[in-house]
């Protein structure tokens, strides 16, 4: 089912998510997102990162690393802000390819129309050894169980994906994930010890790591370089019909120094007659076959 199926009326889903993140649930969970996002950004230089939608606390997070200049493309509808920004749809960005040093993706594929496209768009506009950072909700995690009982409530009214989809999707992009971690092991709904983050937060990534709420990923473009290899002059002999090679001309000259024995008639002499006016004694041959014999 695609997101534009199950979003509630009400504008951008992203401008929901923004609204979902003011909540107690929304708070904590962008707590751990954002600390995620701070060892996900080190390591990451260069001129240009493209943040593709998300809160505003990870624009902060993002305006701090270590990349000089940060764009933003914000949801549709929200009030402009401070940096630079610009207007477009995650799936066809307005910007030239190979000139992005890193894309962040912060559940753009969770509300997005067409997830591979957008990935497709991020591999694009990236630089090779560039680094794709995704944020996303779990589809094997409980948050999908309270799918059941709030279909069109944010953020559980989105797509969730797995990380091994994810995964999958960009290894066939030519993306290496070098970097991932699952987040949030505390259940939704919370109210008793069992589902608060004290006891779950801290067994989950030990004891069952693939159910996290959220997983986190960092992905860098490969780009296979080309050797170039220099046209060889030395033509090859060329096969007649029937496979055979042509013979070659090499070494012609030194035939007469190989003794050819040719095959005698039924009367005992040469299959070519002698010369006229030479006895059949074998002396007219030039001398070289005299006292030859019929074997």
Known sequence: ???????????????????????????EVASQETACLRDMLEGVFGHYILQVGGSEVFREMVATSQVRHAITLPPAGQPAGLGMRIVASPEALPIASDSLDAVFLPHTLDFAGDPRQVLREAERVLIPEGRLILLGFNA??????????????????????????????????????????MLVFQAPWGGSRWCSGSFLAAAGSRYWPALGGVYALRAVKRVSTLTPLRPSWKTRRRLLPGGAVEPTARGTNRALAVAVTTPASSSGWLASPPSAGCPPTGDCWGGGLSGWQAP
């Not at 695609?2 to 923004?18: V, Y």
């Not at 799918?147 to 992009?173: E, H, I, K």
């Open 1 to 27: 089912m695609t997101p534009s199926a199950i979003h509630p009326p009400g504008g951008d889903p992203a401008l929901q998510l923004e609204a979902w993140y003011g909540s107690t649930l929304g708070r």
């Open 140 to 181: 094997l995690s409980p948050w999908v169980l309270v799918r059941l009982a709030r279909p069109g409530r944010m953020p559980w009214c989105g797509a969730f994906l797995t990380r091994y989809r994810v995964g999958d999707w960009l290894s066939l992009l030519g993306f290496d994930v070098e970097w991932q971690r």
